[in-house]
């Protein structure tokens, strides 16, 4: 199949082309600049040149191809309300141009959209809509009902490869700028994880064999007590080990970010496993977090940026 991507040459999307090359699928990949067309370039994949805003284009290329994978996304912590209405704007355009062709169209969100069930959030949770991303994703899961065979992916916040890993990234800079890692009100709160190689296989998955209308976990390890991350960057970089209340958590890691280290999102993936027979075999989230920082221009990096 010939397939539109977006965000194809993105830390997961250049995964996901990969695996979609592998599967003997041909790809059309949306550039927004030069370098990413050079990327495209480099693999022989077809270019689109456009950005998420240029809906026509997306429109475009949709009707064009076989199917669409969309990953770009513009993540402007700053102005994240106007980044998921860009994003929504680019899946209705997408999805318009696939209506009933019954072709794929495999939406990306999060699993942090269902955090805080009490339990491992399944794949029958919807999201809340406190959560902005759940938009898009109930934007694109409209589309099942107008003839395209429309699925989500939600990632893990914890994305992650032995280059990088997600927030747990982000949980090792804020630790190096304070000098020290720490955890809060006992570090209990757990976070789900998923390999980039893996994540890129269900993408591929979903887009093969998924049921219109529904959701895919892209989870490999259910719930990681913060807790054991915090340690791992504490024992990997030298650094001391704290306990915090949630009041200190402001003055380690600033309002907005203090929110998210102590949030709390075990997720299963057993039915994904199950429907699509996507079974995760790449390292774990720590593996590959002792990895990285145990290379010191990794650190260096973190210290610096």
Do not use: C
Request: charged share 20%; glycine share 8%; net charge negative.
């Amino acid at each position: 199949m010939k397939i539109f991507v977006t965000g194809a040459t993105g830390f997961i999307g250049s995964a996901v082309v990969d695996e979609l090359l592998r599967r003997n699928h041909t790809v059309i990949g949306l550039a927004r600049s030069d370098k990413s067309a050079q990327k495209l370039a480099d693999k022989d994949i077809e270019i689109v040149r456009g950005s998420l805003t240029d809906t026509d284009i997306l429109t475009e290329g949709a009707k064009n191809s076989d199917g669409v994978i969309h990953l770009g996304f513009n993540n402007n912590f700053d102005d994240m309300a106007g980044a998921v209405e860009q994003d929504v704007n680019a899946v209705n355009a997408l999805g318009n141009g696939l209506i009933g062709t019954n072709k794929p169209f495999v939406n990306t969100s999060g699993t942090l959209m269902v955090a805080y069930q009490g339990r491992p959030a399944t794949e029958d949770d919807a999201g809340n809509d406190k959560e902005l991303r759940s938009r898009s994703e109930k934007t694109a899961l409209g589309f099942a009902t107008k003839g395209v065979r429309a699925t989500a992916v939600r990632l893990a916040p914890t994305v992650h490869d032995a280059t990088r890993q997600g927030l747990a990234t982000v949980a090792s800079q804020i630790a190096i700028k304070n000098g020290a890692a720490a955890y809060f009100n006992g570090g209990t709160n757990e976070w789900p994880a998923v390999h980039r190689l893996d994540a890129a296989v269900l993408f591929v998955d979903a887009l093969e064999k998924g049921q219109a209308g529904s959701a895919y976990n892209a989870v490999a390890e259910t719930g990681i007590p913060f807790k054991d991350i915090a340690t791992t960057i504490s024992t990997t970089l030298g650094l001391p080990l704290k306990s915090l209340t949630s009041d200190d958590a402001i003055e380690y890691a600033g309002p907005f970010l203090s929110n998210t280290l102590q949030s709390n999102n075990p997720t299963s993936s057993d039915k994904t496993q199950r429907e699509l027979n996507w079974h995760p075999t790449q390292p774990g989230l720590l593996a590959d977090l002792q990895s990285f920082l145990s290379d010191s221009k990794n650190v260096e990096y973190l210290k610096n940026n």
